[in-house]
């Protein structure tokens, strides 16, 4: 039976229970190639969401199920209880899907872009004007409506490609690495849209291979590899679950570091030395010791904070790849 | 489906390669193949002529030529028809007539008038014309000599017309439209040709869909799976029609082409414009590549052309070419449409040339619709 929904059930449902998706041992597998293996996580109403992996981790095959492009060999993806492979119209109504590429006629005007993908959302009319007018304010390009796309920057683009994906005001917005390919300054306007459009109640699920991104803008986040879901969580709990603690120390003349207790691993980085440790303060406090007794000219010591590289390293057993 | 018909069909107008093949092409071709061959009604047969005798005889001989319509005396100002042999030897003349000395004195002794024919073999074609000309007005001597001679034996000029009147007379009877000329082979046909060329273009639009990724991410939207098809569909119906009715237009107005019942001619076009966009639709869906879709695209547009009688009438080629013919669309949409435009044929007498052409669409889509799920699960993976 199919599942319909209106925005007052979404709303209320999605109060109630505070998971707005529940994806469950997802397997995908293409000829011979194993895309995905278990994936599993669950995004909450109103997160901001980062799908966190290398390229070929499964993370475009997992958001082009969610999204009903594909299916799914094994598993499930409820939204809001409901199969998204039972009920496309739900999926296409509540999500609003932006992929990697650029998809969009280049040839037409931004203007005409956002008809044709409001019109293939079901918006008509007077609505799918006020929306087209809205979402080109929101992404600046209000005044280069009317040209052809293929005139445009390549951050330009995404912000169009993105804006094509939430004229039905989509309740879960996904975004498949949507920064690829673009300078800094670009970027950070598409962070900016991004943090706007959760500030303003719309889940995100964020894919990217890029952690500073992640950490810039997820709460929670869920790390994929070779198929699988290695671990998932708000950013701070990971971090202080998988990251590893340590201390940075940068002195003159010093061309190796005595062996120190609680010091796990010691590598050498930049001008300085970074001390793996458990125990940073009992580590920190022996340094300043060790220093001060061997007169070493320290210009620097301090506590590093775990990074998700570190996550990442320590979960999967290799640096992130590009 | 609106949006997408609408979209789609503001890409093809942008897309400069469609106009090429679509219009400039077979405009070129009418333009040409009408400059060459359009005027082959009023064409007229040049006929040298060497007169030895210039004797009155040879000169009412010349006369009577060249007041028969179509034909053009030009005599020659050498007199030595040596040089005149020469220039046939180096193709720069097809035939010569030579009226040699005494040709008038022959005839007034009831001898035979010596005239000769020198002619190049190479081109037969071209002096076949001169030949009939040449026994026509013999004949009409032959007739004259044998009234004198009926009359000189006192045979009355009543009966001796009926015995040298002709046993069997052959009367010309037009049983087609007016105006039938070798436009009403070119348009048509190069239209018909020009018109399978869309498959390209379709084949295109498809690939680029998948390639881009935009094939993928409508199947995130509400679009189904059969409005997006029809909505791809349709704007190459729309698109064909006009590509038919802009060339049937500039025969019309161009070559004064007659275009017979217009609302037979109409449904022709759009069972055209379904037969080639069903057709173009299934191989956009059937084939691996764009590549492999223009290579197919010309082999049935030209393999098409040239067995369907698009290029010349189907009844100037081997009898196995017309049968191969008959099982191309092409051959039933020039059929129909010489039917109506050069053989004033109405609705009723092209029924099975319109059925054949929706057939031939019909089969398309119905193959489009069994691999368009395989085409959405490449584009989607």
Known sequence: METVLNSESFNAQSQSANTLLEVSHLKKTYGKKQALEDVTFSVKAGSCFGLLGPNGAGKSTTMKILTGIIKADGGSANLLGTDVSKDKNMVSKY??????????????????????????????????????????????????AKDAVKTFSGGMKRRINIACALLHRPKLLILDEPTVGIDPQSRNRIFEMIRALNQSGITIIYSTHYMEEVETLCDEIAIIDHGNVMAQGPLGELLERFGQRAIYIETSGLTEIPQLPHVMKTRKEGSGWVLETDQVSNVMTNLIKLAADNHWDVKQIEVVRPSLETVFLSLTGTALRD | ??????????????????????????????????????????????????????????????????????????????????????????????????????????????????LKLYQDPSSASSVAPVKAVLKNIANGYREQKLSQTLAAKGISKEDISKTLAQPIVIKDVNTTATGINYISQIVPGMTVMFVFYIMISMAKRFFDEKKSGLLARVQSTTVKPYQYLIGMWLPFVIIVFAQCVLLFAFGHWVYNLNLGDLAALGLIIICISICSSGLGLALSLIVSSENMAMVISQIIALGGAMVGGLWMPSYLMPSFVQTIGQFTPQFWAQKSLQDVIARGAHIGNVIDGLAILTAFGIVGLIVAMICFPRFLRSAAN
């Open chain 1, 95 to 144: 999500i609003g899907y932006v992929p990697q590429e650029i998809t969009l006629y280049e040839q037409l005007s931004a203007y005409d872009n956002l008809v044709f993908f409001g019109e293939a959302y079901g918006i008509r009319g007077s609505e799918l004007k006020r929306r087209i007018n809205e979402v080109l304010e929101d992404t600046g390009l209000s005044e280069r």
């Open chain 2, 1 to 114: 489906m609106k949006s997408i018909i609408v979209k789609e069909l503001k890409l093809i107008l942008k897309e400069k390669r469609s106009y090429f093949f679509l219009l400039i092409m077979p405009l070129l071709m009418i333009v040409m193949f009408g400059s060459v061959f359009g005027n082959t009604d009023d064409s007229t047969v040049d006929i040298h002529v060497i007169d030895q005798d210039h004797s009155l005889a040879s000169k009412a001989f010349l006369s009577q030529m060249g007041h028969i319509k179509g034909i053009n005396l030009e005599k020659t100002a050498s007199k030595n028809t040596k040089d005149e042999i020469d220039k046939i030897k180096k193709g720069q003349l097809s035939s010569v007539i030579v009226i040699n000395k005494g040709f008038q004195k022959a005839l007034k002794e009831g001898k035979q008038a010596d």
